[in-house]
């Protein structure tokens, strides 16, 4: 659809990747006026932007894929255990063609502007493109790792060279041969771009803040047994995953790590970390994420690995992370410590020797000038809350979202925000979100949100809102699940702590999928306690 966009919409949807296809897709099949505006130029999401070299999921292949449609289960076919960019990519075009969603979606049209009607209970949305429509309802599909990063480092433009965020890479690829390469950050983006980088560039330059627990995916060729056999059972497994906290399938706990006699643990880690998936030893124990000595444990045995791969012994030190292993954001790799044994990559330990600027030439840090050719960004995102408060929304009494969550992103069961009313949030801040398997939520969060709608229609019930009240009741519940966890002592990008000057709040509820689900239906089912229904 390339012509500009007016008129009136029952729903309109934001964002056309997992979650934001298959609201439209029940949403048309239901024949409800409604329309997507996506801000690329194809579908997909994440995994249309971010197509930096080595981009992979990090959930097994044949979990990482809808539910909704058997014909659609049965027919598609992953290549390998984990899939890489490209094949998830053709995925979601599989999808949108499969079902004809692109009729519907406006793509190259970010939303820059929502704002609520209070006297009419609609809203208005303009995109810059110049699209502008009016909803009664948005589902905003934006997702939690959308909003790019890029750190105020001085004399950025004034590099000479060309600069890349991960986030926003090149369709046509970048070349690295015989350039010498700089890249900046080493969380999962980073982790999965720098070996492949280190393959053909000069050299490479790994600037590091905070080293990152990896676990090895052990990927290869998806076996056509493997795969029969999910086929066949794929309506029990995904019964199962529903009931599991993060949404996906792993093998059995082995009970508390602390409990275990020394030999006993060790062979159970090694075999877990030789096995399918390196997922598996992170949620192998019962205790590892609860009890700061159970975690050591599992830390201290993923540093021996890091010192086992890394020849030199000073830098596989500085590689050792030094917080509990599974608060930050765990990526499986494909050779990433092994990459510091060759000749052409250095690593740059920056909280050593920080970054000063960026200049003409490179990057000088507090050390001296390292010159580049061409210069990564693997600097992440604003998480979980960032994509939203860059819509510039406006709810009642022109309240603008930013101010609303200058001090945190306050919400009720991490989709409803008060005083922006019928205003509905994917993966939004207080949900599992991105510590779940992020299909599966998003189907099963999208079909609440139709619920909801369906039923409010029934009653008759033209207005959905919240309260700061129960706001600060859902956050207490979000600051409790994570209390029981060792996930408060860490800055993450889980608390925003990557964004300078935003409110450090844990922003994902860590209570497993199994019991969101549950309080969600609760509230509904006591008569929508905790909302304000207008008619």
Same mark, same amino acid.
């Given at each position: ?8 919409? +029952? ?241 059995? +706990? ?63 030190? +500085? ?217």
């Amino acid at each position: 659809m390339n012509e500009l966009v007016t008129g009136h919409y +029952k729903v309109v949807v934001i964002g056309a990747g997992f979650g934001g296809m298959y609201a439209l897709h029940r949403l048309r099949s239901e024949g409800t006026q409604t329309i997507c505006f996506e801000a690329g130029g194809g579908v997909g999401g994440t995994w249309y932007w971010n197509r930096y070299p080595g981009a992979r999921v990090d959930i097994e292949s044949m979990q990482y894929s809808y539910s909704f449609d058997e014909e659609l289960q049965q027919e598609w076919s992953w290549p390998e255990n984990f899939s890489a960019q490209p094949d998830i990519e053709r995925y979601a075009n599989h999808v949108a063609d499969r079902f004809g969603l692109r009729e519907d979606i406006v793509f190259d049209a970010r939303v820059n502007s929502m704002r609520f009607d209070e006297e009419a209970n609609i809203w208005h949305l303009t995109t810059e493109r110049g699209d502008e429509v009016t909803a009664h309802y948005v589902i905003s599909a934006t997702g939690s790792l959308d909003a790019t990063n890029v750190p105020g480092f001085p004399g950025l433009d004034s590099f000479e060279g060309d600069w890349h965020h991960t986030s926003q890479w090149p369709k046509e690829g970048v070349s690295f041969d015989g350039l010498r390469v700089g890249v900046i950050g080493t969380g999962s983006s980073g982790v999965q771009a720098i070996p492949e980088i280190a393959k053909t560039a000069s050299h490479l330059h790994v600037f590091q803040r905070t080293p990152a627990f990896t676990m090895p995916n052990n990927n290869q060729p998806l076996d056509p047994d493997y795969e029969r056999e999910w086929k066949d059972t794929y309506a029990e497994r995904r019964e199962a995953m529903r009931t599991d906290q993060g949404l996906s399938m792993f093998p059995p +706990k082995y009970g508390a790590i602390l409990d275990m006699e020394p030999a006993v643990r060790e062979a159970i880690m090694e075999d877990l970390y030789a096995s399918r998936s390196g997922f598996n030893l992170l949620v192998a124990f019962n205790d590892t994420m609860v009890n700061a000595e159970a975690n050591e444990l599992l830390a201290e045995f993923m540093r021996n690995k890091i010192r086992s791969i890394v020849t030199d012994p000073v830098v596989a030190e +500085k590689l050792c992370p030094r917080y509990a292993i599974g608060t930050k954001r765990v990526c499986l790799d494909s050779g990433y410590h092994a990459t510091y044994n060759r000749e052409n990559v250095t690593l740059v330990d920056v909280r050593e020797s920080p970054i000063e600027e960026i200049t003409p030439r490179g990057v000088r840090t507090a050390d001296g000038e390292y010159e580049l050719d061409i210069l990564v960004l693997a600097t992440g995102f604003d998480a979980v809350s960032g994509s939203l408060t860059r819509l510039n929304v406006t709810g009642v009494d022109g309240l603008d979202l930013r101010d609303k969550w200058k001090d945190g992103a306050t919400n009720y069961l991490g989709m409803f925000v008060a005083g922006f009313p019928n205003l509905f949030m994917i993966h939004g801040p207080g949900s599992p979100g991105v510590l779940a398997q992020m299909i599966a939520g998003a189907e099963w969060q999208v079909q609440y949100v139709l619920d909801v709608i369906h039923d409010l229609d029934t009653r008759g019930v033209q207005r959905i809102d919240t309260t700061a009240e129960w706001e600060n009741k859902w956050d207490a519940e979000v600051q409790t699940a994570a209390s029981y966890t060792l996930f408060g002592d860490t800055d993450s990008w889980y608390k925003g702590a990557n964004i300078e000057g935003k409110p450090k709040s844990f922003m994902v509820y860590v209570g497993g999928y199994d019991n969101y689900s549950r309080r969600c239906r609760e509230q509904v089912e006591a008569d929508y306690e905790g909302f304000v229904l207008s008619p």
